[in-house]
């Protein structure tokens, strides 16, 4: 075989060393970050709410009424809504409008996160899909149930039925969740007129499903998605979409359905905004510590970012480019202010640190990843070195230097 005359190219993030993290490498890794930082705000759900049921149909609810807000300005803005989607989605005329076709929503939207797996059963009557890994598994099993709510939003919007009407057609069952120990995640969705079955309250998702399910024997799961396997996703309809477009997509949607939709919720739980806050800055600023708690994962990173020995452990430079990786993995546009052994200062726009979605700006990304960065700084770096955000007109600035502070988390 003769040698190739180009090399060929990839997209990818550069690191603070000019080593390029390959563009599949970088959106695996941004949504681990996502989850991350989901994981941490059901901490705080969890502290503030020490009720599981109780929590977990409040952010359901919640998510389900957040996902049928898309469409809430009235009946014509639903079939807008609809006319938009087949044609997107490339369903042709002849496929009846009922609501199996959410599902091609749920598939497209666990695609696009990686969580990789297979549809089973794509028909009128029934969906089956079974997913074989999962970056949101580290959440917990109150996010599992969540998602439920969301799913029904989808298959009561493709309905197309009466506004603002939750008709349930479909009893949905996650009957088996990756963030619960089974070795898959399970949806299901059965018609209630067919199988005879009854409505579902928001706690009621998780029951087994009616007909029986089909287990993919080991040898035939995968470990990633279509867009990272393939480069591209594929639905039922034969429409398309590329790595690139899924990866600017979840860089903003994980942020919504695992973030901004439960944080409504979870907001409600506190008695008000200086306790939530409050233990908000406590959960992440132990996550952080944690992260680096182990010298290994030092080196690990150091490895990763190909930061060259020159620089030692005991330098802001180490942080500055841990939190440069995050942020340009997440696709966060910003700029180096300074980045030498005195200290680090990153600039990003307040709009884009917390409009990852335009719709929901997200204030608790800069508490949260202040507390969390200054945690980890401590085990990365040493606590002589601390993280801070301050403003400076619209953009926000990340600092990395010493900070004397006698009331330290």
Known sequence: MALLKHVDTHRGVQTAFGKIIPEKEAYSY???????????????MRVLN???????????????????AACAGGEDELFQYLNAFYDEWNIPELVKRVAWIGAIWGDYGDEAEDMAGRVI????NRVEKELDTCPWDIVGSEMCNMTTGMFTANFD???????GAITNDVQLNMCEARGC????????????????LEHQGWLDHRGAAHAPVHDTPPERRVPHAQGLRNGQYVQAFGEENSLEWQY???AQMGWVWSISFPLIAIRDMAEDDDEFERILRIVFATAGKNSFIDFFAREGLRSWLDIPRSIGDNDPRVMGAYIDAVLGCQLVPHEWEAFDAEGVEIRVSQEDFEGRFEMAPLEEITM?????????C???????????ISEDDDDYIINVGRKIDDRAL
């Open 30 to 44: 941004c949504l681990r970050t996502i989850a991350a930082f989901s994981a941490n705000i059901f901490q705080v």
């Open 50 to 68: 020490d009720d599981w049921e109780d929590r977990t149909e409040a952010i359901t609810e919640i998510a389900n009424m957040m996902n049928c």
């Open 121 to 124: 059963q794509f028909t009128e």
């Open 157 to 163: 919007i493709a309905a197309g039925g009466e506004h």
């Open 181 to 196: 120990g089974n070795p898959h995640c399970r949806v299901v969705a059965e018609r209630l007129d067919h199988f005879g």
């Open 248 to 250: 600017n997509w979840v």
């Open 368 to 376: 949260g990843y202040e507390a969390q960065w200054n945690g980890a």
């Open 378 to 388: 401590h085990t990365l770096v040493s606590p002589e070195w601390s993280v801070w």
